[in-house]
C-alpha cells in the first residue's frame, strides 16, 4: 500500500491532539482454488483507501510521541466467488465499504522537519470483514513550532 497522509497537531504540554486525513491505495489481492467446495474459485483485491479521523497522545521524550487514532474508513473491494459447474453459484461484490477505524502508533522526530512513524491499524466494514494494517511512514513537517 502506497499512501499520502496530510494532518494538523495541536501540542499543549506533553499532550498532543490532531485531525488527519489519508488516501491510499492498495495492492492487496488474494485468490483461493477450491475454496469451499472442490472445483469452486474466489477471489478478493482491495483497492483504494479513505481515513479521516482524530488522533491524540503525548510526547514522551522531546522526539518521540506516542498516540491513539479513530475515524472514518472506506476501501474499495472487489469480491467474486465463483462455484463449480454443479453449483450454479456465483456472488459479486464490487464497490466501496464504510466503517470505523481505529488504531495506535508511535512518532519519532528526526529532526526539525522529518519524521518516521509506525501504525497498527484495525477496520470494520460491517457484514464481518474487517482489515488489519501496520504502516510505517514518513513525514515532513511544515510548521517545525508543533514538533
Known sequence: MV???IGYNWIRGNKLFGIEAEFGTSNAARHWDDY?????????????????????????????????KIGYANTLLKL???????????????????????????EWSISDRWLLKSEY?????????????????VGFRIDTNLR
Open 121 to 137: 491499524r484495525y477496520s470494520n466494514f460491517h457484514d464481518g470483514l474487517y482489515r488489519q494494517q501496520g504502516v510505517i511512514g
Open 36 to 68: 469451499s467446495v472442490p472445483g469452486d474459485h474466489l477471489y478478493v483485491d482491495f483497492g483504494r483507501d479513505i481515513y479521516v479521523g482524530l488522533r491524540a497522545g503525548l510526547k514522551l521524550t522531546r522526539r518521540l510521541a506516542g498516540y491513539g
Open 3 to 5: 499512501g499520502l497522509n
Open 80 to 106: 467474486d466467488y465463483d462455484g463449480p459447474p454443479e453449483y450454479r453459484e456465483r456472488y459479486a461484490r464490487p464497490g466501496a465499504l464504510y466503517g470505523f477505524s481505529t488504531g495506535a502508533g508511535i
